[in-house]
């Protein structure tokens, strides 16, 4: 009978929900800032909702707690949010050295106007691709970009005269006819 009694019990009474603290912190999992990992005094540094123990942008308020890399750094102060890296910026520009264009250099920018792999700020050619960096005459101006000056200008990287080579284009365009 009593069986019979705890069966009937089961199937009648409707079932109530059992509040949870998951992390023994003292605080129920709905009401925890961090409900998987214990912190009972629910520090929350930056005031983003998350605890400091569960918090991947601790000092930084990063509410939806992003991490496009996963490398466990929050976006919001992940300086290479893209790429995962250990966070190391050399030139103390904000720009993690494994995305920045120009890691010897701090700039504001991490701008590589010619996509040859090197950023602006450093580049000798900024403009053009040169990804050599070559610079024959060491004035800080990329070969690539530079027209040889020797009293009259150069046909970049041949050698000849403007006047010598327009010479040599008349004498082509006369052979052919």
Not at 53 to 69: H, I, K, P, R, S
Request: proline fraction near 3%; charge should be negative; glycine fraction near 10%.
């Amino acid at each position: 009978m009593a069986r019979l009694f705890a069966v009937l019990a089961v199937l009648l009474i409707p079932a109530v929900a059992i509040a949870q603290d998951a992390d023994l912190d003292g605080f129920l999992d709905e009401e925890d800032n961090c409900p998987r990992y214990a912190n009972p005094n629910q520090e929350d540094e930056d005031s983003d909702g998350v605890g400091d123990v569960c918090d991947n942008c601790l000092g930084t308020a990063n509410f939806d707690q992003a991490d496009e890399d996963d490398d466990l750094f929050g976006d919001a102060c992940d300086n290479c949010p893209q790429i995962t890296n250990d966070q190391k910026d050399y030139d103390d520009d904000g720009f993690g050295d494994v995305c920045d264009f120009c890691y010897a250099r701090s700039s504001d920018e991490n701008v590589d106007s010619d996509g040859d792999g090197l950023g602006d700020v450093c580049d000798n050619c900024p403009d053009d691709l040169n990804p050599d960096q070559l610079d024959t005459d060491r004035d800080d101006v990329g070969d690539a970009c530079q027209i040889e000056e020797t009293g009259c200008s150069h046909v970049s990287g041949t050698g000849l005269t403007f006047w010598g080579a327009l010479a040599m284009l008349a004498l082509a365009r006369r052979e052919r006819g």
